[in-house]
């Protein structure tokens, strides 16, 4: 078997590089504290397209720090019983995608809401306001201020919030929710998941954001991931405080969130992938405790995975 990382023995022992806050759990104990706090303010806007079987709207809530948050809502005109729901992300610097691309889950009777990630592809708000670099990353936005200050923190309490607002819905099973999305959408799917116990399912494929540190040392730090070597470059160019920066990237970092995960995991990996190396996204799935299963594929890499969907399909199907 092909391998860019480590042997398969090795990946399904590793348990990850980059360091946990001590305080990691009081961090996000907070966190949630201060989104359960925040009067979501929620709007839906009904979208030009329609069809003759469902709805199809922009919904708009407020995030934490005040971000007005868009998201594509799309749901059976008549449902015939209460509906389970899927949530979807994007990957990084993308958005939520078209309308028509989530028919079919309509379709089937789910309630479909994918959410535009603050600041990148879509109509989602981000308000900014940290002290130090914002030019090319979001892992790195905030990294120079104090750590309530990461832009992944409110990105990651987006989800939830999108989760809680669309589980209390009068037409959705808020015991049915699921969660899919690739890449960074694969890190938003595990992290909504943490931060909502009511997400039955999760779909991840090869996840973004985890075991940064790693990523580092094997020389990663490119692609998706290029933004860590531009923050050394500027912000500590000679590593004095290297450990320091890893330490606080530990909060944002998806296997440390891993552990709190409830729900049945289906996630995907390429164990080619030079941009998400297979050791990342082993370090998410051997932290996680609930049931699990990982569909690998020795010889992808970060790329469209041939027969994922019909997968996810069946997996969210009988949710």
Known sequence: MPVV?????????????????????????????????????VELVPATLQTRFAECFHLYFTGVRGARVHAKLVRPREPRAKCPALLQFHGYAANSGDFADKLG?????????????????????????????????HIIRGLDDEPDALLYRHVFLDTAQLA??????????GERLGAAGASQGGA?????????????????????????RRVW???????????????????????????????????????HLAPRIEAEVMM???????????SSQFAIYNKIRSKKSRVLYPDFGHE????????????????
């Not at 996000?28 to 359960?36: F, V």
């Not at 809680?164 to 099973?173: F, K, L, Q, T």
């Not at 995907?268 to 297979?278: H, K, S, T, V, Y």
């Open 268 to 278: 995907a990996i390429g164990l080619m992938d030079p941009i998400c190396p297979p």
């Open 105 to 137: 889950w309509a379709a089937q009777g789910f309630v479909v809401a994918a959410l535009d990630c603050r600041g990148q592809g879509g109509l989602s708000e981000d308000v900014g306001g940290v002290k130090g670099n914002t030019l090319q990353g």
């Open 304 to 319: 469209t995975l041939p027969g994922w969907s019909d997968r996810e399909w069946d997996f969210f199907a009988s949710l």
């Open 188 to 212: 938003l799917t595990l992290a909504c998941a943490a931060l909502e116990p009511r997400i039955k399912r999760a779909a991840p494929i090869y996840p973004f954001l985890s075991d940064y």
């Open 5 to 41: 990382d480590m042997p398969l023995a090795e990946l399904e022992r590793y348990g990850g590089l980059n360091p946990r806050p001590g305080d990691f759990d009081a961090y996000w104990d907070r966190a949630l504290a201060e989104m359960r706090a925040t009067d979501p303010r």
């Open 164 to 173: 809680r607002i669309v589980a209390a819905m009068p037409e959705v099973d």
């Open 217 to 255: 040392e094997m020389d990663l730090a490119k692609d998706a991931y290029h933004e860590l070597s531009l923050f050394f470059r500027r912000h500590d160019p000679t590593h004095e405080r290297i450990d320091d920066w890893f330490m606080r990237l530990g909060y944002i970092d998806v296997q």
